[in-house]
Every structure is written in structure tokens, then in C-alpha cells.
């Protein structure tokens, strides 16, 4: 059932985006525009996608029960501005780091960005994939 999971979620992380290139930069002013526009609802769609792919997926992320999606974009957000030295790496991986280290299952804190690409079956963030 692991390995189910851990395919599906690499499955899910593959077509995350029908723009696979997404940087963090691009994805942080999709969720900053206004409310109720094009590129709000991309990033409502994008954010909230993957929240629920690692939500079914892996046993790293734990949404909390009450979670709106408005609290899982805010927490993307206020990631992507605390880091903005790696806000040109894939939004994949940039959100999949906001919501671990959110929304922790188990403590995966004392893993590098390196292992954690590792555990995932990845070699870097920015792999052919997209990721």
C-alpha cells in the first residue's frame, strides 16, 4: 500500500501543473493578484491540488481537519515570501516544503532538501519533471 501511495504521489507531483516550469515567483504573484482572477484561481487550483495529492498520498503532511483553503494558500505564501532566495526553484517543490513544514506528520526536520528529494525518488528539485 506504500508503494501505492508513493506512486501515486510522485504521479500527482508529475502533472501538478499543465505549466511544469512553474518557478515560485510565478506562483507567488498568481496567489497575491486579486481575489476572484485568472491567475487567483490558478493558484488556489495549483496550491490547493497538491495539498490534497500530499494529502492522500504520503504520510509526510497532515492538513488539519478545519483547514480552509484559504489558511493552505496563505501558508504558501507566507513561505515563499520568507524564502525568497529560492523562489526560482519549481513551485512544485517550494509548496510541498511550505505544507511539510507546516503541517507536519512526522518530523522530518532533521532531513535536507537533498534527502528529502531522495526519499521522493528525485535527484534535485528542478529534475526533468518538473519538480
Known sequence: MR???????????????????????ELLTSCKSEVG??????????????AQGFRIATDFMCLPEKSTYGQVIDVVVDYLEENPSMRHLSAAFLVMNALFEAFPCNDLSHLSD????????????DDEIGF
Open 114 to 125: 537533498e534527502e528529502l528529494m531522495r526519499m521522493l525518488g528525485r535527484d534535485t528539485p
Open 3 to 25: 508503494t501505492c501511495k508513493l506512486i501515486l504521489f510522485l504521479v500527482l507531483i508529475s502533472i501538478s501543473s499543465a505549466k511544469a516550469d512553474e518557478t515560485g515567483n
Open 37 to 50: 482572477s485568472h491567475p487567483f484561481s490558478f493558484c488556489m487550483g495549483y496550491v490547493n491540488g497538491m
